[in-house]
């Protein structure tokens, strides 16, 4: 059986990082426990989290899901541990799992706003266009429908198809106040589970985005980078 395993990095900005491993069983992926999965290792000095001369860190399944990319697989979302098998100080889950050892009653719902980077031109998708010209201000786009009003829904029900065979508890989606811009909603769930279900959901984004060639942002305002690139070279050609 293919597992991914899947984990955070140590940068500020923590990124996913994935590898699969072979796992010889005989079970199917329906009948796996997360506790059976084997505990994993990789080189953390290649992603900020421990330096070349210890630099061996630890994989500890937390949960499944069902591999939507490949059939009779798994998704294993990690949390990373020292080698001696204490929570690396980048392993945020260890401190809600502190937190909450007696809430599993508390229910919540996350909201994932993300904007779509068409790889060939470098811009939001459906901008056209110079560098420089920008899609009209919100009102025609947020839950638009049309051509004209929104871009990327086959990536968009395609990722939301992905997620539903996953396992996760995906409830909506739609597209948002700018052109290229979509959401989608996970929950209800608890705080351990939900949050696992969106970092995986995150995952299948970014996995599906190489398919398309696109790069997924879910920063809040990234376009002001691109606001701030253009004003700068403005202002090289003019102002010299």
Request: hydrophobic content about 30%.
């Amino acid at each position: 059986m293919k597992l991914e395993y899947i984990w955070l990095d140590g940068n500020k900005v923590q990124l996913l990082r994935s590898k699969t491993k072979i796992w010889d069983t005989k079970k199917t992926p329906e009948n796996v426990t997360v506790e059976e999965l084997p505990i994993w290792n990789y080189d953390g000095s290649s992603i900020s989290q421990a330096e070349c001369g210890d630099s061996e860190m630890m994989l500890k399944p937390k949960n499944i899901f069902k591999d939507p990319f490949r059939e009779g697989s798994l998704l294993v979302m990690c949390s990373v541990y020292n080698s001696d098998m204490t929570p690396h100080e980048s392993n945020n889950r260890s401190l809600l799992e502190e937190n909450i050892e007696h809430d599993d009653e508390t229910w919540y719902g996350f909201e994932q706003e993300y904007i779509i980077y068409d790889n060939t031109t470098k811009r939001p998708l459906g901008w056209s266009g110079q560098i420089g010209t920008y899609p009209k201000p919100q009102g025609d786009y947020y839950c638009g429908v049309g051509a004209n009003h929104v871009s990327g829904r086959k990536f968009v029900e395609e990722h939301l198809d992905a997620c539903l065979e996953a396992g996760i508890n995906i409830s909506g989606i739609n597209a948002e106040v700018m052109l290229g811009q979509w959401e989608y909603q996970v929950g209800p769930v608890t705080a351990l589970d939900g949050s696992d279900q969106l970092w995986v959901s995150r995952y299948l984004l970014y996995r599906l985005g190489e398919k398309y060639n696109y790069t997924i942002n879910i920063e809040p305002k990234p376009i002001l980078e691109i606001f701030n690139l253009t004003f700068r070279n403005f202002r090289l050609r003019h102002c010299r």
